[in-house]
């Protein structure tokens, strides 16, 4: 059953400690996205990865971090750097290249900072 | 740099209504137009997309779109809800000349439907 896995669904982090997100893909896609959503402000790019072992800042990198080194992983840590880190986080992936691909979304992980 | 605007944050409505949510977005180049909807609990998905070609795209459960270049605007419609309807929906644009293929969303729509 192809599609994309986030783990876990909940995390609850403390203050000060750093958390990194799953998610993988069994879709053979190159392109793969976080996005971090907020009520009422859409889904806004945090990192993305057209190719293995490269990845780019997406509008709101502050805070994050991401890796690459495999095609069907891409995981987000969130660090004690970022302001307001409770959030729900999506994690995405396409076939990539040149436009004309949709993108495919996890089920979400819905972080909380205690 | 793109931005997607939808003018409605919340909308009800009674089942059999027609809905249509507006979206404009500010890129003047070529772009990608998606509308993606989440129902609760449930993860984003697709319900339609344009590309290129006829302005009128249709999507699955009896939505379409129409893409407006002149206005920039790619709004969503649905002659007749159902209670099943009811969930926030996403106009997203991707920039072809953009590396990375990336989507801006807009700020999301909530739709409750009433039985």
């Known amino acids: 059953d192809g599609g994309i896995t986030q783990s876990p669904k909940y995390l609850f982090r403390k203050e000060g400690q750093n958390v990194t997100l799953s998610c993988e893909q069994n879709?053979?896609?190159?392109?793969m996205y976080w996005y971090r959503q907020d009520p009422g402000q859409g889904l806004r790019l945090i990192y993305y990865s057209q190719i293995v072992n490269d990845f780019q800042k997406g509008d709101i990198a502050e805070g994050y971090s991401v890796s690459r080194e495999k095609k069907e992983s891409f995981p987000l840590t969130v660090t004690s750097a970022q302001k307001n880190p409770t959030a729900f986080y999506l994690c995405a992936s396409s076939i990539g290249g040149g436009g004309h691909a949709e993108a495919f979304f996890g089920q979400g992980t819905r972080l909380t900072v205690v | 740099a793109q931005s997607v605007s939808q003018h409605n944050h919340h909308v009800i409505l009674s089942e059999a209504a027609s809905l249509e949510l507006g979206c404009n977005y500010s890129?003047?180049?070529?772009?990608?137009l998606f509308w993606y909807v989440q129902y609760p609990g449930q993860h984003l998905q697709l319900l339609l997309k344009?590309?290129?070609?006829?302005?009128l795209v249709k999507g699955i459960k009896g939505f379409e779109a129409e893409f407006i270049k002149s206005k920039f605007s790619f709004n969503l419609r649905k002659p007749s809800v159902q209670w099943s309807d009811t969930a926030e929906y996403f106009c997203a644009v991707s920039n072809l000349k953009a590396a990375g293929n990336k989507l801006t969303f807009g700020g999301g729509t909530r739709v409750l439907v009433k039985p």
């Open positions: 879709l053979n896609h190159d392109a």
């Open positions: 344009y590309f290129s070609g006829d302005p």
């Open positions: 890129y003047g180049g070529t772009v990608n």
